[in-house]
């Protein structure tokens, strides 16, 4: 019987097919989903920051774009995934207030997304989806057995990607 696995803000965790990964609560928040098809495994990480090196405390190593990535990967590589077969969709990363100034330093979710995006690049892990941006929340529902994601919103329905 297959169960879904809650992964909770600033959080990473693996598991198996036929299992699934939800988050909820995604705002600029960036729900990060990698996994290997073949070996059915996978993996979702529920980062809030795009860099753990302009951090006062990054212990949390999940909390963090870069750092989640590197986690992530180390997990997938513990589980029998392969790293030629890894496949990433990526979820979140909106623009929840408005803020006068416009400053990048509070566009966190561009920054979030922007970020996500470099370091699976950095990795070669292929992003094949991402639903990211707008001013709305996302919660996601990650099925590990076949890599589909799906991202369901408030006021926006909702859709596998």
């Known amino acids: 019987m297959a169960s879904i696995i809650q992964v909770g803000m600033a959080d990473l965790k693996l598991t198996k097919a036929p ?8 705002g600029s928040c960036i729900g990060i989903c ?7 495994v996978g993996a979702l990480a529920h980062i809030m920051l795009p860099d753990s090196t ?14 989640a990535i590197l986690m992530l990967l180390e997990e997938m590589d513990k589980n029998g995934a392969s790293r030629a077969r890894l496949q990433a969709k990526i ?6 207030f408005k ?26 892990i292929k992003l094949l989806a991402q639903d990211t941006g707008g001013n709305f929340g996302r919660t996601i529902t990650f099925d590990v057995e076949n890599g589909s994601l799906l991202v369901r919103t408030i006021g926006h329905g909702e859709r596998v990607i």
């Open 91 to 96: 979820a979140g990363g909106a623009q929840m």
């Open 99 to 124: 803020f006068s100034g416009e400053s990048d330093i509070m566009k966190i979710g561009e920054r979030n997304t922007q970020a996500v995006i470099e370091h699976l690049a950095k990795q070669r």
């Open 19 to 26: 299992n699934k990964l939800m988050t909820a609560g995604l």
């Open 54 to 67: 302009q951090a006062k405390n990054p212990q949390n190593r999940a909390k963090f774009a870069d750092s």
């Open 34 to 40: 990698v996994c290997d098809t073949t070996a059915k």
